[in-house]
């Protein structure tokens, strides 16, 4: 007999999961719905603004609360280097000279963060200050963590800021416009720099916030967290890769497969299995829905 309460809170936490996972994969969807370019250094992005929290607040002079601040200003230094030392020069370009260069910076990411005295490969713990230890109550007697509960509210408030911005802004009409056409938008005066610049600044954000939430449900920050860059891949196929809607759907099924697999398949299979099932689930979906549920079918004419 399945046990309700169990299998309620192992439902909350596979959504509260999804919800650190839907920040990341919201910022994969923002590059790739603006510039086309699939970032597979999604998850090293989110390492490094885990990472960056350790750093800071391992200076003197510096709190825990202004290291999450810092954190986050380099989340904008690095969208904004990344758009004027790189992509700017890969407008135009095949995509597969775009995914070469993310797929190096991959590399460079890691590395990086194995340098840094205070950040290195091995775990480590986040200040107590910011680790959140209380729970949010819900239905019969069941809790939901309070990191997993900031992930949900800053991942909806994301998703329809994101998608106020796109629909009722100009500089979201821009944007739009210039990732439906670029050729036609640049005719037409359209800045492309500083389109990709506002999206990978924005990403680069979002992204940094998925990672320091991660790292807080971890307790503090570990390489592991650049596996989510893969998890996220099967959220964002799902739900289509040029939609942020989407990208959060799609996170929260993926949390909950991977919960759900953890609890109920590893005991038969084996540890490890749990994140396996959400990639397993992408190899029907990719076969079933290309496109996703959401994501814009593109159709080439010759």
Excluded: C, H
């Amino acid at each position: 007999m399945v046990n309700v309460g169990l299998a309620l809170e192992i439902v909350v936490s596979g959504i509260g999961l999804g919800s650190l996972y839907a920040l990341v994969a919201i910022g994969f969807s923002l590059i790739y719905k603006v510039t086309d370019v699939l970032n597979f250094a999604q998850g090293q992005i989110a390492l490094v603004g885990a990472y960056a929290i350790v750093v800071f607040a391992g200076l003197e002079f510096v709190g825990p609360f202004t290291a999450v601040a810092l954190a986050i200003l380099l989340g904008v230094a690095l969208g904004i280097v990344l758009e004027r030392a790189i992509f700017r020069y890969f407008v135009g370009e095949p995509v597969l000279s775009i995914i070469i260069v993310t797929l190096a910076l991959i590399g460079i990411f890691q590395g990086t963060v194995r340098m840094v005295p205070r950040g290195g490969p091995t775990f480590r713990g986040y200040p107590d200050a910011i680790l959140v230890d209380f729970s949010v109550p819900l239905v019969m007697g069941v809790t939901m963590r309070g990191t997993f509960a900031l992930g949900v509210v800053f991942a909806l408030a994301t998703m329809l800021l994101l998608m106020a911005f796109f629909k009722y802004t100009v500089m979201g009409s821009v944007l739009r416009a210039s990732a439906s056409d670029e050729q036609a938008a640049m005719a037409l005066g359209v800045s492309i720099e500083r389109n990709i610049m506002i999206a990978w600044t924005l990403s680069s954000v979002i992204t940094v916030i998925g990672g320091i939430l991660l790292a807080m449900a971890r307790g503090g920050a570990g390489m592991a967290i650049e596996a989510t860059g893969i998890v996220i891949l099967a959220a964002v196929i799902l739900g289509g890769l040029d939609s942020i809607p989407g990208a959060f759907i799609g996170s929260i099924v993926v949390g909950l497969l991977e919960q759900l697999g953890t609890f109920y398949i590893e005991p038969y299979l084996g540890p490890g299995f749990g994140p396996v099932l959400p990639l397993l689930f992408l190899l029907v979906v990719i076969v079933v829905i290309p496109y996703g549920l959401f994501g814009t079918e593109r159709i080439e004419r010759l």
